[in-house]
């Protein structure tokens, strides 16, 4: 039998520990260019990447000039982007184990805050977004993506539903950050918000393909159907996932939805 762990954070470092999640954040680069853009990062900024994974949104602002700061709650991930670093002449940027629900740094620390695909995994994500305020400084900007509940990612865990259980810990509230709605009422008192909807196109050669690597060996899905035991369960599931991923393929190409917001922190002179 599967079992996963009970506390927030631990489920948090399993979820990301668990699957092949390298081998899917290169499908992620233009999304991250994007945020990275969208918060007009510029030379001598002060950044901080929340939730940073394998180190790419940071080392895409320290591309752009700024002096960086990676948090990640999974160590694993740290350890990636660390090598990831080796690649590169970016040697200087901090990487931090912590958790986004406490941000380990003072109030109005960073010129830009940002998460790709992060904060909104943690299981206290409310908590995490107002962390992400508290240590930008005033004027500052916050910036992160999320998955859309209205498109594929939303339509797989619709799917998921039918068949993976769960208990209090509801596996999909992540997707109530690619709500604008959702964002303000949580967010907008203390910044401006923006939002983009966009599309981030995944190269695979077939809906099995990227269901093979995006659910059942990479990221935030992978945990849950570990934990469906019964293979007749699972083969059903998969059928039906696939049919639904005939809706958003072409051309080698699968298309998720996701929201970019972005906020400027009130409080600047």
């Given at each position: ?102 941000l ?55 799917v ?58 990479a ?9 469906l035991d ?24 699968v ?15």
């Open positions: 039998m599967n079992t996963a762990p009970d506390t927030g954070t631990e489920r948090a470092t399993y979820t990301w520990s668990a699957g092949r999640y390298p081998s899917l954040a290169p499908n992620l680069l233009p999304a991250i260019a994007r945020l990275v853009s969208a918060c007009g990062v510029d030379p001598g900024n002060t950044v901080l990447d929340v939730g940073c994974g394998t180190g790419n949104a940071a080392l895409t602002a320290r591309r752009a000039g700024a002096t960086v700061t990676g948090l990640d709650v999974t160590r694993s991930m740290l350890e990636l982007a660390r090598d990831t670093t080796q690649l590169t002449d970016y040697n200087d940027i901090s990487w931090v184990a912590g958790d986004a629900s406490t380990p740094f003072p109030d109005d620390a960073f010129d830009v805050v940002l998460s790709s695909f992060g904060h909104v995994f943690s299981p206290a994500a409310a908590e995490a977004g107002r962390e992400m305020l508290r240590v930008a400084q005033p004027g500052g900007r916050v910036a992160f993506t999320a998955w859309s509940p209205d498109g594929l990612v939303g339509a797989l865990t619709d998921l539903d039918d068949y993976v259980g769960h208990d209090d810990h509801d596996p999909w509230a992540h997707l109530r950050w690619g709500n604008p709605e959702f964002v303000r009422d949580h967010l907008g008192d203390a910044c401006e918000l923006t939002f983009e909807r966009r599309i981030a196109r995944f190269r695979y050669v077939s809906p099995e393909h990227f269901w093979r690597n995006f659910a059942e060996e990221g935030p899905l992978s945990p849950a159907l570990r934990a019964d293979p007749g369960a699972r083969s059903a599931l998969r059928e039906d996932a696939l049919a639904t991923l005939d809706e958003w393929f072409a051309d080698n190409t298309r998720v939805e996701y929201l970019l917001a972005r906020g400027v922190v009130d409080g600047a002179a």
